[in-house]
Every structure is written in C-alpha cells, then in structure tokens.
Nanobody
Framework: QVQLVESGGGLVQPGGSLRLSCAAS????????MGWYRQAPGKQRELVAS???????DYADSVKGRFTISRDNAKDTMYLQMNSLKPEDTAVYYC?????????????WGQGTQVTVSS
C-alpha cells in the first residue's frame, strides 16, 4: 500500500503562485509514475502534469510554461510549482501514484487540496 498526502493549496490572486506538495509513504518502491490531477466543479478530473522515476515529465497544454512538476526521491515527495495562476486553475488538486503508468486504471490517490484563484 502507498499513502499520499497533499498540502499547499489555498487562495491566491490571479497571476500569483502556489507550490503543492504530495508526500508519499508505504511501499514507495512499487511506484513508477506520479502525477497531479485537478477537478473543477461540474467538470471531469483531468491530468495536469506527470513525472516518472526516470524524471520524464509531461504537461497538459493548459498549464505548459506555467506549472512545473518535480519529485525529491530522498524525501518521497512530489511537487507542483504553479505560477501565473488564472481563475480557470481553480479546482481540487489530487496527486496519484501508479506502479506502471498513469494511463492504466488503479493506483493510489491523495485526498485532494483546494486551489482557488480569485481577486
């Protein structure tokens, strides 16, 4: 089993920045891929950014150039640095970990952290 705990959400003005953290514990050795998802009210959950143990990253077009995903293997923690935030970035952000790849079902989820971008 793997446990994931997100932190770092909050209220920020448009153009501002936030850094989300996802601390992992348990059977970390099982994990290859990790990612950040978000779900806005009335919308489906979407993949925002992903990273593999090898450091390969990928981003949704809507956040490219503004968000940066990273992981600190020594701390078993993944991060999402979010800059130039827009109101449309408002959502609950979830981290997810998977033994193989995020395109497969299953894996592990965190409880989510709210990000609100508003003036």
């Amino acid at each position: 089993q793997v446990q994931l705990v997100e932190s770092g959400g909050g209220l920020v003005q448009p153009g501002g920045s936030l850094r989300l953290s996802c601390a992992a514990s348990g059977s970390i050795f099982r994990i290859n891929a990790m990612g950040w998802y978000r779900q806005a009210p009335g919308k489906q959950r979407e993949l925002v950014a992903s990273i593999t143990t090898g450091g390969t990253t990928d981003y949704a077009d809507s956040v490219k150039g503004r968000f940066t995903i990273s992981r600190d293997n020594a701390k078993d923690t993944m991060y999402l640095q979010m800059n130039s935030l827009k109101p449309e970035d408002t959502a609950v952000y979830y981290c997810r970990a998977h033994q193989y790849k995020l395109t497969l079902p299953g894996g592990y989820w965190g409880q989510g952290t709210q990000v609100t971008v508003s003036s």
